[in-house]
């Protein structure tokens, strides 16, 4: 990463890089050590400006430090480096690259190289400074979708990857997307494509970033998890401050450490005695002594296959995230509250508490309260199993206490592979001609308690979200949770639900202690993350619609004044003001504080509408049926009502 001095001045301050780069720059793969017999491969990756050599290379001396100072710790390592043009100001051309191009180029280059070589299954790690860390997340990214073998064995071998001042966040750099080239004196060409990414709003770099803590979560859940250290900088630098901020170069879940240098120096060490190149080194070590050949994922026998399949309603984990995305991710400030409330971590410390019950009225945030929570037991805990369902009352698939146990049962056994082929052999024979209604809630129930119990397994966590939208056979689901509960003290058990007094009072007979929290007891709490939801809706109006700063503060200040502390009328609101483009003001007061006005004016709007007599008979066929319609089912429906009226 550069450092500029920002000015009108015709000089670009780079004393890492004073010479233009020619049009001969240094990229692909360059080998510094390959020992006989190496046990693993670690790929450096130099950014923004930067190059595969120079980048590493301290002052004054002759060579990069990973090939004069590392080799002597990792004498069985094979390191190499990584170069691509990464240079976003020049006095010629920038490369017009993105992001993307440079990880695909980072995939193909690295996986050919290990053809090569013979490196196939070698253990993998990366070290990534800067904008490598985020070519580097997108490189493992594709590697891991990828259907040629060649290439997805860069994600197959990976077993770390160690951060370097890596924007995660984004960074100051940002800036200078917005400047155009002619306001940069001699610097004739900007590559607009690299900068963009690093703006702290930008959408790709939150993908990338939730896309691949979305992998990590995955990885954990399958006991495949990978090594992970952010190092970030200590010192600012000269007239700018800190290139990259810990918060931006750090995420959640992983110890960060601290480097005493700038941006730029914080990956140039010239002796072994450096501290910085002890604590780098030291983790690499560490790592590397933990490693062994990889194995194949454990097979399946097609007995057990079938097994697995005939459990299957959903993997848990894809639905978590198909929520996220339709909800516009994750916040972290939406959800944080949750971790130091003093309940959550009594359930989570005291082992006499095995239930923790998360109640709500609609729209409270209790979805991706349970979302948050996940991801940071997960994040927190990798190597502690993790079973989870998120019950939808619109969908005959999540609505059912058989499909809850399946849905648990499914994703512990995925995750504990080596105890599959037992529990089939116990009750294969009676899953395998269970249907769908009362009498499967019974054996679904012994088959999850046995799984739990099985002597390999320690602690694990159980979460279902939304019981209320259990609309199948909810007491009998109740009843067996708890009996499962009393059977299991090493299960630590999360449910949340709206305020039911059915549930509650089900709950009320689990044994030991149980923990409620109740997000009306926790009105601040609540108030702060639904603020928080709210400034980062307006931005994204604010961006979609180019609102003036009259406009976005009337928008911010209706929907705090009006939310009342409720996710769902926001989200809701904002909806409809994506379809508003003159007037927004003025058409602020269209939309009703509370769900049920709300509600009402939506019901009011479409019967109102052309079709609101096909609307309005629409609703009394839903309302009539005996369960949800799937949509195949209602679109027939509809097409009969229509050939009816007309």
């Known amino acids: 990463m550069p450092w500029f001095k920002k000015s009108t001045a015709s000089t670009v301050a780079d004393p890492d890089q004073a010479v233009d780069p020619t049009t001969t720059f240094p990229d692909g793969i360059d080998v510094w050590h390959d020992p006989d017999n190496a046990k693993v491969d670690i790929c450096f990756i130099h950014g923004?400006?930067?190059?595969?050599?120079?980048?590493?290379t301290a002052q004054h001396q002759p060579e990069p430090w990973p090939k004069s100072l590392l080799v002597a710790k990792l004498r069985d390592a094979r390191i190499l480096t990584y170069g691509y043009d990464a240079y976003v100001l020049r006095t010629s051309v920038a490369s017009s690259n993105k992001l993307i191009d440079h990880a695909t180029n980072l995939v193909?280059?690295?996986?050919?190289?290990?053809?090569?070589?013979?490196?196939?299954?070698?253990?993998?790690i990366f070290v990534c400074h800067s904008l490598g860390g985020l070519v580097c997340k997108k490189a493992i990214l594709l590697s891991r979708i990828s259907p040629e073998p060649h290439l997805r064995d860069i994600f197959d071998s990976l077993k770390g990857v160690l951060f370097m001042g890596t924007p995660h966040k984004g960074s100051w750099i940002a800036d200078w997307s917005k400047i155009p080239a002619s306001g940069l004196g001699v610097v004739k060409s900007t590559n607009q494509n690299i900068l963009t990414v690093l703006r702290t709003?930008?959408?790709?770099?939150?993908?990338?970033q939730r896309d691949f803590l979305g992998m990590?979560?995955?990885?954990?859940?399958?006991?495949?998890?990978i090594q992970i250290t952010c190092f970030f900088e200590e010192l600012p630098l000269l007239g700018v401050g800190l290139v990259v901020t810990k918060d931006s170069a750090t995420f959640e879940g992983y110890t960060p450490l601290s480097i005493h240098a700038n941006h730029s120096n914080m990956v140039k060490f010239s002796s072994d005695r450096d501290t910085g190149f002890k604590r780098v080194a030291g983790e690499l070590m560490r790592w590397t002594s933990q490693l062994r050949p990889r194995t194949q994922r454990q097979e399946l026998s097609q007995k057990d296959l079938s097994f697995m399949e005939s459990l299957l309603v959903t993997n848990s984990l894809h639905e978590m995230q198909r929520?996220?995305?339709?909800?516009?991710?994750?916040?972290?400030?939406?959800?944080s509250w949750i971790l130091t409330n003093d309940d959550f971590r009594q359930w989570q410390t005291n082992k006499q508490s095995r239930m923790l019950w998360i109640k709500g009225d609609p729209g409270k945030g209790k979805t991706m309260?349970?979302?948050?929570?996940?991801?940071?037991?997960?994040?927190?805990?990798?190597?502690?199993?993790?079973?989870?369902?998120?019950?939808?009352?619109?969908?005959?698939?999540?609505?059912?206490?058989s499909s809850v146990l399946r849905g648990l049962i499914y994703m512990l056994l995925n995750s504990q592979r080596h105890i599959i082929a037992e529990m089939r052999r116990e009750y294969g024979h009676v899953i395998k001609n269970l249907s769908d209604d009362t009498s499967s809630v019974i054996p679904l129930a012994e088959l999850l308690n046995s799984a739990l119990l099985h002597p390999s397994l320690g602690k694990v966590y159980a979460i279902i979200d939304g019981l209320d939208e259990c609309k199948k056979d909810l007491s009998q689901l109740l009843s067996a949770i708890r009996k499962i509960s009393s059977q299991t003290p090493h299960v630590k058990w999360i449910v949340s639900s709206r305020n039911v007094l059915k549930i509650g009072e089900q709950l009320k007979l689990v044994r030991d202690e149980k923990v409620i929290v109740s997000l009306e007891m926790n009105h601040a709490a609540i108030a702060a993350s639904v603020s928080t939801y709210i400034n980062s809706r307006v931005e994204e109006l604010s961006f979609l619609k180019d609102y003036d700063k009259a406009t976005k503060d009337a928008v911010r200040e209706y929907l705090t004044d009006n939310a009342n502390d409720t996710f769902l009328w926001v989200s809701l609101v904002c909806k409809q003001l994506q379809d508003i483009n003159i007037a927004v003001i003025d058409k602020l007061t269209d939309f009703p504080p509370g769900l049920d006005d709300f509600y009402q004016r939506m019901f009011n709007e479409m019967l109102e509408s052309e079709d609101g007599d096909l609307c309005q008979s629409i609703l009394k066929l839903m309302l009539s049926t005996y369960r949800p319609l799937a949509l195949i089912e209602l679109a027939s429906l509809v097409t009969a009502l229509w050939n009816t009226s007309t």
């Open 201 to 208: 709003d930008d959408q790709l770099l939150e993908a990338i």
């Open 48 to 56: 923004l400006t930067g190059d595969r050599d120079d980048t590493w």
């Open 108 to 124: 193909s280059d690295l996986a050919n190289d290990r053809l090569v070589a013979n490196a196939n299954s070698r253990p993998l």
């Open 216 to 225: 990590l979560r995955q990885m954990g859940e399958e006991q495949q998890r």
């Open 323 to 335: 929520i996220l995305d339709d909800k516009g991710g994750l916040l972290p400030g939406a959800f």
């Open 369 to 401: 309260l349970l979302c948050g929570i996940i991801e940071n037991l997960q994040l927190h805990a990798p190597e502690t199993p993790l079973t989870c369902f998120f019950c939808q009352e619109s969908d005959s698939k999540f609505n059912s206490a």
